[in-house]
């Protein structure tokens, strides 16, 4: 065995799963002083929804009738009380753009039977149903300004909305109700000069795209009771590269024998380069040839030689060691003009890549982001919506196994646009330098862009956040961006130089390019990503997102407080050098699993009496990043996740018995609730003893109709001597302390780089 490297450690058993008794009794009614008017003022709502469905467009087409519950102020539809309105109401919620506020769908006899029951409330003495309505305070349609979103409205507002939109479909809907709705809202927008142009089907339902007017998009979300959602199209944009030097003929290309793997979404990767094609498993054209390769071979050769390529070109000797599959998303028209990919073909083409390439691919790079139409600015993450296309990688990702890597996106947007007027680094809190779409995808990771090379005419230095790269938070405030890495560095005057840049290979396969953009940041993160799977066959994607931000490192600099260098950094770089290994000093504990609804998981691991016994001070440090998948759902806003996982540390006392680890200034938590990703970090130094201690996770979910599928979890745990005690060596304690109690990972190979 290696002097520095030790094997992670597998947990592979766990404790009886344990059940958290429910004791709310799902809660009192909605308590009201008087029922007579309330009792008529929601039954006479009740008919006017009635005479709403009659007058819609669609009652004849489809079964369902969608419909708008609004509660009191303070009461949460996302609870248990939604799903006893859910029954009250005879329907299934099916969105809630305000946590007081619920769309229901029910089919058109459950509608009249629940008017019917309205009727019994307002008619009987005792008011008969009160408990089950009471809670209720308007019935109505819903709205045209509920389905048609912020950033449309902004557009229309400002009047930059393009002529086009996209048009989602209530999930519900039968097939051939969907292709009816379709030809009904075509024959509707002819006379109005508007059409379909295109059509996709996405996890979330069927998605359309159309050319309307404004007036007409309006009308479009009033009188179609099937229309769920009215959005803005967005194209994706990629940056450009200088082109460098032409690389010597005597520079050799070792064979790529790596079952690493990562398909790129992207401009096309060049057909003509033998530092490539050896690692290129096909070129994919969906929506035609490519118009400019520059780019996508650039992010392609990122990922198959990291960021090593300058000092590995020195030597003579290029060794590849990522496979590619490149997908053109940006093709051009009749007379040669770029026509990148619009976001509904996006929507196709990453689900049916990877329907198809799931199995073998496990890893997909978007070094692309999305600008609206008509706009020079990026699509901005929002607070309270996840954008389409996030909300698809979301989907995809947890339906497949996949991980979805996505870049933060460049400010400003286009190299067309003035840089900022405010010094390096004022202008990070302008909120037009918010990370972009799809960044704020949950199960995703989402890449940032550091320097890593300055000189005196740099806008920044080494290892600070790149000058151009995006500030979150993302979607809900969560942490976003989750890490960063190398993607350049610009000159005072916010211009690109080759010295200050990152490196690739060009156009024309055959010479160097150099460029700076978030865009070159991510692939760095997807080749780790990859190795990860190839190395450990087991590995979820949760575990792979575990490893990579449990490795990183969030450096501090004056000139950044703790708040906004978190927002610009994520959790920081990841150490590739600790991603396969652990050493004498800290040794990782992995798990893999699922957790129930309510069920409560007690995973032992070891802490061993060479860390508890020792003379002089004890001091042991505990850290574990926990990544899990809960379902989504976007039409829900702020209750996008619909699951959450609490996680406590019990630590054996020093009577032996196990205790919650209590707060101190020594611990560190990041647990935004409903995120995905949890970090916790404690040193103890007393009342501390050696043997099992536990990690629970319990499955909790305060959010109405909690999925019946097991969340899956997975999480990384490191146990560490603070003081590197050359006597100390855990991996060797634990074996001879409780031999066979875990299992080694893998078996120790060379490690990763970036």
Known sequence: MSDDLRPHLKISEHKPLLERKFTGGGGGSYKRTEYINHSKKIFNEAQTLQKFFDDSLDKNIIKHRYFRVELPEGVNILTSE??????AVLGDLVGSPASNIGHFSTLESSFLNLVEQLKEYRDTSDHIGKSKFSSIEDFSSIPAKEKISESLTKLIKDEQYSGEALISLFADLAREEEETIKKAIGLYLKPKQGKIISEVRTSSGKVLRVKASHEAINDLAECFLAIQMVEPIGEVIVESAIKGEKIENTVSVSPNTAQAYVCIFDSGVTKTSRFIEGSIINHEEPIGPPHDVGHGTFVASRIIYGNSLRDDLSKGQLRPNVKVLSVCMKTHDDIGNQKPATI?????????????????????????????????????????????????????????????????????????????????????????????????????????????????????????????????????????????????????????????SVAGIGREGDCLAYGSGTSYAAPIISRLAAQLFEHIKSATPDLVRALLIHSATLNNFDIFDSDTITKLMGNGVPDAGKLLFSDRWNQNYIFQGQIGYRKIMKIPFYVPQELTSRSGLKKVRVRFTLAFSPDTDRTRYKGYCKSHLRVNLLKKDEDGALKKASPDKSHEVIKDLYSTVIRYDKTFGKKILEGEWELHIEHVSSRCDPSEDDVPFSFVLTVSDPREDSAVDIYNAIQIEVPNKYSNLLEIRERLKI
């Open 82 to 87: 939604g799903k006893k309105l859910g029954d």
């Open 344 to 500: 509904d073909q996006f929507l196709q083409i990453i689900r049916n890549t990877v329907e198809r390439m799931h199995q073998q691919i496990k890893v997909y790079n978007l070094s692309m982001n999305i600008t609206y139409q008509n706009t020079q600015a990026g699509a901005v993450v929002k607070d309270d919506l996840v954008g389409a296309l996030a909300a698809e990688i979301d989907k995809l990702s947890k339906k497949y196994g996949v991980l979805f890597v996505v870049t933060t996106g460049n400010y400003p947007t286009l190299s067309s646009t003035p840089p900022p007027t405010e010094p390096y680094p004022e202008y990070f809190k302008r909120e037009d330098s918010r990370i972009t779409e799809p960044a704020e995808a949950m199960l995703a990771l989402t890449v940032g862009s550091i320097a890593d090379r300055d000189n005196e005419g740099s806008l920044t230095k080494k290892d600070m956040p790149s000058p151009f790269t995006r500030s979150g938070p993302g979607f809900n405030q969560y942490r976003k961006p989750d890490l960063v890495a190398q993607g350049g560095n610009l000159t005072s005057t916010w211009q690109n130089f080759e010295d200050l």
